[in-house]
């Protein structure tokens, strides 16, 4: 099954939706399963669910170019019952919509799906088009699936359940130029209809949420939805303070955003947005600035509510980690570093962690600084070598900074100037790409995508220097208690990474010359992961891919226990698997959202056996390539 193109052609495929994946928490549809399955009609009789497994698909080819040009899925999920029996249930793609497409405002009207608006909340337009068009993302990324106990919105005619996706950039305009970073990044709240008796969702209402009040988002990347049920977002790439005057993208960004090159802060962007929910289907935010400066991609909260696990999509990044104050609150607590000890450096390395603490705070505190704080009230950057034994030479975004710092702004520096600051107190700032983070809570695992292992991780920056494949590695970290910090001083958490090694499954392989296909990366194991989140329920860690090295993206299911890894989604061809949030139940329903960015961003060295052919296809389904799909996998049961 593919995804559908446009919002009026839902009705058509009401049958195919079906019920999303097998409903595994129970309910009556688990019911009316079973007892399809071959039991009686009472809980007594009903066979026992005994194990569950994926059944993958093959990569999609040139014999059907239609299949590379579109979401496809030809997976299936089997169920194998105390009974004796199995059920193979196929699962399939379902889209709420293409960015682009005009949706339901809840209010009787219509709003742009994936739609950029300015400080004023006034939409902003391209005028490089004859029509001056209203911008639309064709990069929706981080999303999250929740119920709240009492909504309001009409309309609903089965359960009310809400989604939160976020929409990182725009890759062109128009006439052609790149908008990378140049648009405020939109956040929008759906309100979804799901099916009592299949688990189907339909869209309800569309709600653009106001970022205002938080000058407005850089770069949304990867997201988690956090145990508390709001929606934890990123700010990427964070615009470096020290030279923002010489800035252009970020120019660019201020003007959009304010109508004025020079408003923005870069202060302001580079830290974690909360996003709460509300029961009448519209969606507040806020800003929390002392979980420190840097490229946050994907946070993963530990099942303390407390402990958090932040994705550095860097160049000489680190891992960082973040211990609240207080459960179910972000707005206070200390951060820390990871230090990385190297004990073996084949296949992305291996080594034993330690924790730097760079400092406590709260996000008021760091805000006010932020607000009045310039780079040069914080330190000095030299880019050569100043000869000046009071600098510190450090490594930061694949070049080498000397730094003093001011006395008395250390505050300032840990929050607002982390990626410096981490480095100057000797955390490991070495890691390329450290994209996804989410935990096996049963077994105590922390999972980290890194989506290439290059330079920064194989010359010794940062204290990494490891050899692996530059198609990416996930990682696994052993999470324990009783550790302490560089001080000596206990850190106050269960759940502390205390050293890292390569799932051995889930190690790319590069390939010495492109396969006939044109990929660069073994099509067979995972290349580039960067969305990962595990699902307690099925054990299994889903993978999104960001490679520049498979023709198409997939999306992988990889069983802890079996160490199966399965293909089970492919993307359009040039397209990033993203918005990846596995929930193991709603209403009785399990769940994988999935979507994707940029289709048709065509590499010579990757797509010239394929851009021919596919361009034409890609641009017919996907806008022109302006728009992308959001939307979730769907299970069709196979009942015998």
């Not at 106990?149 to 359940?161: D, I, L, S």
């Not at 289907?281 to 840097?294: A, L, N, P, V």
């Not at 996930?474 to 958490?493: E, P």
């Given at each position: 099954?593919?995804?559908?193109?446009?919002?009026?052609?839902?009705?058509?495929?009401?049958?195919?939706?079906?019920?999303?994946?097998?409903?595994?928490?129970?309910?009556?549809?688990?019911?009316?399963?079973?007892?399809?399955?071959?039991?009686?009609?009472?809980?007594?009789?009903?066979?026992?669910?005994?194990?569950?497994s994926?059944?993958?698909?093959?990569?999609?080819?040139?014999?059907?170019?239609?299949?590379?040009?579109?979401?496809?899925?030809?997976?299936?999920?089997?169920?194998?019952?105390?009974?004796?029996?199995?059920?193979?249930?196929?699962?399939?793609?379902?889209?709420?919509?293409?960015?682009?497409?005009?949706v339901?405002n809840?209010?009787?009207?219509?709003?742009?799906?994936?739609?950029?608006?300015?400080?004023?909340?006034?939409?902003?337009?391209?005028?490089t088009?004859?029509?001056?068009?209203?911008?639309?993302?064709?990069?929706?990324?981080?999303?999250?699936?929740?119920?709240?106990?009492?909504?309001?919105?009409?309309?609903?005619?089965?359960?009310?359940?809400?989604?939160?996706?976020?929409?990182?950039?725009?890759?062109?305009?128009?006439?052609?130029?790149?908008?990378?970073?140049?648009?405020?990044?939109?956040?929008?709240?759906?309100?979804?209809?799901?099916?009592?008796?299949?688990?189907?969702?339909?869209?309800?209402?569309?709600?653009?949420?106001?970022?205002?009040?938080?000058?407005?988002?850089?770069?949304?990347?990867?997201?988690?939805?956090?145990?508390?049920?709001?929606?934890?977002?990123?700010e990427?790439?964070?615009?470096?303070?020290?030279?923002?005057?010489?800035?252009?993208?970020?120019?660019?960004?201020?003007?959009?955003?304010?109508?004025?090159?020079?408003?923005?802060?870069?202060?302001?962007?580079?830290?974690?947005?909360?996003?709460t929910?509300?029961?009448?289907?519209?969606?507040?935010?806020?800003?929390?600035?002392?979980?420190?400066?840097?490229?946050?991609?994907?946070i993963?909260?530990?099942?303390?509510?407390?402990?958090?696990?932040?994705?550095?999509?860097?160049?000489?990044?680190?891992?960082?980690?973040?211990?609240?104050?207080?459960?179910?609150?972000?707005?206070?607590?200390?951060?820390?570093?990871?230090?990385?000890?190297?004990?073996?450096?084949?296949?992305?390395?291996?080594?034993?962690?330690?924790?730097?603490?760079?400092?406590?705070?709260?996000?008021?505190?760091?805000?006010?600084?932020?607000?009045?704080?310039?780079?040069?009230?914080?330190?000095?950057?030299?880019?050569?070598?100043p000869?000046?034994?009071?600098?510190?030479?450090?490594?930061?975004?694949?070049?080498?900074?000397?730094?003093?710092?001011?006395?008395?702004?250390?505050?300032?520096?840990?929050?607002?100037?982390?990626?410096?600051?981490?480095?100057?107190?000797?955390?490991?700032?070495?890691?390329?790409?450290?994209?996804?983070?989410?935990?096996?809570?049963?077994?105590?695992?922390?999972?980290?995508?890194?989506?290439?292992?290059?330079?920064?991780?194989?010359?010794?920056s940062?204290?990494i220097?490891?050899?692996?494949?530059?198609?990416?590695?996930?990682?696994?970290?052993?999470?324990?208690?009783?550790?302490?910090?560089?001080?000596?001083?206990?850190?106050?958490?269960e759940?502390?990474?205390?050293?890292?090694?390569?799932?051995?499954?889930?190690?790319?392989?590069?390939?010495?010359?492109?396969?006939?296909?044109?990929?660069?990366?073994?099509?067979?194991?995972?290349?580039?992961?960067?969305?990962?989140?595990?699902?307690?329920?099925?054990?299994?860690?889903?993978?999104?891919?960001?490679?520049?090295?498979?023709?198409?993206?997939f999306?992988?299911?990889?069983?802890?226990?079996?160490?199966?890894?399965?293909?089970?989604?492919?993307?359009?061809?040039?397209?990033?698997?993203?918005?990846?949030?596995?929930?193991?139940?709603?209403?009785?329903?399990?769940?994988?959202?999935?979507?994707?960015?940029?289709?048709?961003?065509?590499e010579?060295?990757?797509?010239?056996?394929?851009?021919?052919?596919?361009?034409?296809?890609?641009?017919?389904?996907?806008?022109?390539?302006?728009?992308?799909?959001?939307?979730?996998?769907?299970?069709?049961?196979?009942?015998?």
């Open positions: 099954m593919t995804d559908s193109l446009d919002l009026t052609r839902r009705n058509l495929l009401k049958f195919l939706s079906g019920a999303p994946l097998l409903p595994l928490a129970g309910g009556s549809a688990t019911a009316a399963l079973l007892t399809a399955c071959g039991g009686g009609d009472t809980a007594a009789a009903a066979p026992t669910l005994m194990s569950l994926f059944s993958g698909m093959a990569a999609p080819t040139l014999a059907d170019p239609a299949k590379m040009a579109t979401t496809t899925v030809a997976s299936s999920l089997n169920a194998v019952y105390s009974n004796g029996k199995t059920l193979s249930y196929a699962l399939g793609y379902q889209t709420f919509f293409i960015t682009g497409a005009m339901p809840g209010s009787g009207g219509t709003t742009l799906a994936g739609g950029y608006y300015d400080i004023k909340n006034q939409p902003i337009l391209d005028r088009d004859a029509n001056q068009r209203q911008f639309f993302s064709d990069c929706p990324d981080g999303s999250s699936l929740l119920k709240l106990a009492n909504p309001t919105v009409t309309g609903v005619k089965g359960n009310t359940v809400f989604a939160v996706v976020q929409f990182e950039y725009a890759t062109r305009n128009v006439k052609g130029d790149s908008m990378y970073g140049m648009l405020p990044s939109p956040i929008a709240v759906l309100t979804l209809d799901q099916s009592p008796t299949t688990g189907a969702l339909s869209l309800v209402k569309y709600h653009n949420v106001d970022t205002s009040s938080v000058n407005g988002l850089w770069i949304t990347c990867g997201a988690s939805r956090s145990p508390w049920n709001t929606h934890l977002s990123s990427e790439y964070e615009p470096d303070a020290s030279v923002i005057d010489k800035n252009t993208q970020f120019a660019n960004f201020s003007t959009n955003l304010y109508g004025d090159a020079s408003k923005a802060n870069p202060y302001h962007y580079g830290h974690l947005p909360e996003i929910v509300n029961p009448d289907g519209t969606g507040s935010i806020k800003k929390h600035y002392c979980m420190g400066r840097i490229s946050h991609e994907l993963q909260v530990m099942p303390d509510e407390r402990t958090a696990l932040m994705g550095d999509d860097a160049t000489n990044g680190g891992l960082f980690m973040f211990v609240a104050d207080k459960a179910q609150d972000l707005s206070s607590g200390t951060l820390y570093v990871a230090k990385w000890t190297q004990l073996t450096a084949d296949n992305g390395g291996s080594a034993k962690l330690s924790w730097i603490k760079l400092g406590s705070a709260t996000s008021a505190e760091i805000k006010a600084l932020a607000d009045s704080l310039k780079a040069a009230d914080i330190l000095s950057v030299k880019t050569t070598d000869a000046d034994t009071s600098y510190t030479k450090i490594p930061f975004s694949g070049k080498t900074n000397w730094v003093k710092f001011v006395a008395g702004k250390e505050k300032a520096a840990a929050f607002l100037e982390t990626h410096r600051y981490a480095a100057f107190k000797g955390g490991s700032l070495g890691f390329t790409k450290m994209e996804g983070t989410t935990v096996n809570a049963k077994d105590k695992i922390a999972y980290s995508a890194m989506s290439y292992i290059q330079a920064a991780m194989t010359n010794g940062g204290g220097a490891v050899k692996g494949p530059n198609a990416g590695i996930v990682y696994a970290l052993n999470l324990k208690g009783g550790q302490s910090d560089d001080t000596g001083a206990s850190i106050n958490s759940w502390v990474p205390v050293d890292m090694a390569a799932v051995p499954a889930l190690v790319g392989e590069d390939l010495a010359t492109p396969d006939a296909l044109g990929n660069l990366a073994n099509a067979d194991k995972i290349a580039n992961p960067d969305n990962i989140k595990f699902s307690e329920k099925l054990r299994t860690l889903f993978i999104g891919e960001d490679s520049g090295l498979h023709v198409n993206n999306l992988w299911a990889y069983n802890v226990d079996t160490k199966t890894l399965t293909r089970i989604l492919s993307t359009p061809a040039g397209a990033e698997s993203t918005g990846l949030h596995a929930v193991d139940d709603i209403n009785g329903f399990a769940y994988v959202m999935s979507n994707f960015q940029h289709p048709g961003d065509w010579a060295a990757l797509h010239g056996k394929v851009q021919a052919t596919l361009d034409p296809l890609i641009r017919a389904n996907y806008r022109d390539r302006f728009g992308a799909a959001v939307g979730y996998l769907t299970g069709l049961p196979t009942l015998s």
